[in-house]
């Protein structure tokens, strides 16, 4: 058998589905690829091997009773730490949450377990998803397999550089504002932000909760389709999700790998297509226009004239939102708690706990939202920022009377090297750039590899309208069966 | 002129609970400052008549029918907890000596 880890999602389920190789012996290898290479990737904050075979087994042994197997039973996927896993140790990157083992599974990962797919564990992040790089995790930085002395994006640099390393061949991140998209396009992979609730956020530890939405991260369009049909659609248990089944994206990633996209309009959003990003990266983009219109589509300019105040506004709307969330780590019912001596008052040890359990971005973004929510500057800041998030709904729903998907880059740069970016927190900000609308319209967007600037990967975003989530699907697998994937070099 | 002082910044960490060094408020200050002149083009957009929005999708009150469904037991819900007594979250003092 050749290197399973080195397959797709969609090719190792075939070979469990055929019984080539067992659920165990995929999952046995994948956690040997762990234990070869994750001491210099550092992209996984805890490893569940007991977990993960018990899991395969059951597969495993379903399989030999004859009982039917979903499309992804057996694959091993890395979760995000934002999402809970029953006894397994849950910190959302942060240390107020050190050693915390939740007592119940998040709908993702219930799905995960039920479609017989082995969660194996638990990936590196910002902490509490706030962050751009995956510097501000608690627990060290995670590098990106391309060059390791570069960040793999983030929040989710963690599932993104467990692709790209080749430690697992799905994962599940989550986007507030451009988190699984991000550093999907600076490791070469995969990332689809679903349509804010199409994926339910029941058990996900809550950033901004108007925003958050999980998703897949693969290292194809069509895993990534595979693994967003597993875990999406309508749950009761989250009063945002939408009752509505998904979209056919496995179908639509299936129908674009063909290459054929005749009939398909993309607009080229005119506000991201010239200034703010490297002279490469747009290069790449250009590239990629070409090729789209090469295979059929039909190209044309789109102006959206309000995205130019969608980062302004994202950063008043999240911290604000992540101020009332984060409220809840009060050092009472779990986590950390700090100076309890019998003297100390129950707000002294509160903000003890939250001081040494919060790194710095966390405590920045806090109190920039209790400033924009305060009395006297909430209507300049925060009621002003939700206003913006209605004109830049606005622009999405006249764009797409034009078109039926608009295109960007995903980033406006490559990879950067660790430490230019922390001392200065809104140039941190500027990686989320081009991601960030698609958030606050609560549409689907997908990044997927384009090119290579200086070595190193490039995206290219697609977003759809809300619950069409097959359409990015059906755009990104046409342009990946014409430029390939893209490996990194050995590690 | 600073949108944000470096007492503004004090009286924030104590509505957010976080018991800040002086070090840290020094470069909080100058960090949420520069991040607040920037966010404050938002103020830019004319958008009197513009209603604000809250979420992309309607929100809605999610109701289940009114009856018993497995939920987590006491010990599991007080797994985390840093500490518990008499199967009770125990917290720190709340009250003065005084009172």
Known sequence: MSDVTRMTATEVAALVAGGQASAVEVTQAHLDRIAAVDDRVHAFLHVDTEGALAAARDVDARRAAGEPLGPLAGVPVAVKDVLTTKGVPTTAGSKILENWRPPYDSTIVSRLRAAGTVPIGKTNMDEFAMGSSTEYSAYGPTNNPWDLTRIPGGSGGGSAAALAAYEAPLAIGSDTGGSIRQPGAVTGTVGAKPTYGGTSRYGLIAFSSSLDTPGPCARTVEDAALLHAVIGGHDPRDSTSIPQPVPDVVAAARLGANGDLTGVRLGIVTEFSGEGAEPGVLAAFRDSVETLTKLGAEVVEVSCPNFQYALPAYYLIAPSECSSNLARFDGVRFGLRVGDDGVKSLEEVMSLTRDQGFGPEVKRRIMLGTYALSSGYYDAYYGQAQKVRTLITRDFTAAFEQVDVLISPTTPFVAFPFGSRTGDPYQMYLADLFTIPTNLYGGPAISVPCGLSEGLPVGLQIMAPTMADDRMYRVAAALESAVGTFTPPAL | ?99
Do not use: K, Y
Not at chain 2, 37 to 49: I, L, N, Y
Not at chain 2, 55 to 84: F, K, Q, W
């Open chain 2, 1 to 99: 002129m600073a949108a944000i002082s470096r007492e503004e910044v004090a009286h924030l960490a104590r509505l957010s609970r976080l018991a800040v060094t002086e070090e840290e408020l020094e470069t909080f200050a100058g960090q949420l400052d520069v991040i607040l002149q920037s966010v404050a083009r938002v103020g830019e957009v004319t958008a009197a008549d513009i209603p604000p929005t809250s979420h992309s999708v309607p929100l809605t009150n999610v109701l289940r029918e009114d009856v018993v469904v497995p939920c987590l037991t006491p010990a599991e819900a007080l797994s985390g907890a840093p500490d518990v007594e008499e199967q009770r979250f125990r917290v720190p003092r709340i009250l003065d000596e005084e009172a």
